[in-house]
């Protein structure tokens, strides 16, 4: 039987069919994904303006934690807003071109951010390893070095992805079992040989993944072995707990992202990957305004909150 394919062009639409049978939930789920993208563009906002109206926290920390709540807020509007409009309207297409924005973009911050995370994790590590020469070894230069290069390297990968993945076919229905255009559902909907674009993931998802997932855990052992040393418990809590929101932040996205794309293709992966996808893509950027606020005294202290 000869099976019709379809080269990737700008002329064909996708169609998303996850939630497409939600029709006897539609209202809560619609209002729950408004709540969220609120909650995490408003959260985020204020956060970046707190820091910018605060002279005492224009230090490295909160200037990483800047460039996280810009990421986070790129991130959800990449995803959110056509998921939204998909559940209201009723029409589960999507553009060519919109698919590929949302696989470029979704790729780029997700590289990024863990990239972002190594790089607040180092200025954690600085800061409580090495006090006397942190405002020496973080320095402004260092600072933008370790901000845009995660930005550089999360933006080229994603390029070559995007640059795979659209010329493979798909079959005729190019039906993407997604509520985005995720790397692993399009492969799922091509027809072509996508062993190259595996390979690709994999060598990724170890150099990038694995790695900085690894650096942020050395980050930490040394940390913690620090603070153990510390014989004040009221300071070894007070700098425990300005690492405590970066780590439960870093467990979060980490382990929820490395979970979708290092676990093998098998029946029940397609509906593992969505619960997992929902966590990082909506609920983490959700959190992070948050647990880096009400667990930073810092924070509260400028917002007044006792």
Known sequence: ?????????????????????????????ILTIVLMYLLCMIGNLILIAVVWAAPRLHTPMYFFLCNLSTLDMAYVSTILPKLLDSQISGKNTISFTSCFTQLFMSVACMATEFLLLSSMAFDRYVAICVPLNYSTIMNKKICIVLSLTPWTIGSLNSLLYVFLI??????????????????????????????????????????????????????????ISAILKIKTSAKRLKIFSSCSSHLTVVLLFCGS??????????????????ILSLLYVAVVPVLNPLVYSLRNKDVLDVLRIP
Do not use: W
């Open 257 to 274: 992202s490395l979970s979708v794309y290092m676990n093998p293709e098998s029946k029940s992966s397609t509906k593992q990957d969505l």
């Open 166 to 223: 659209s010329h493979l076919s798909f079959c005729k229905s190019r039906d993407i079992i997604h509520f985005y255009c995720d790397m692993k559902a399009l492969l799922r909907a091509s027809c072509s040989d996508i062993r190259h674009v595996n390979i690709a993931i994999l060598s990724e998802g170890f150099t990038l993944g694995f790695l900085a997932f690894g650096m942020i855990l050395i980050s930490y052992v040394f940390i």
């Open 1 to 29: 039987m000869n099976v019709k394919v379809i080269n990737a062009s700008i002329s064909e639409d996708f169609y998303l069919l996850t939630f497409s049978g939600l029709q006897n939930f539609s209202y809560v789920f």
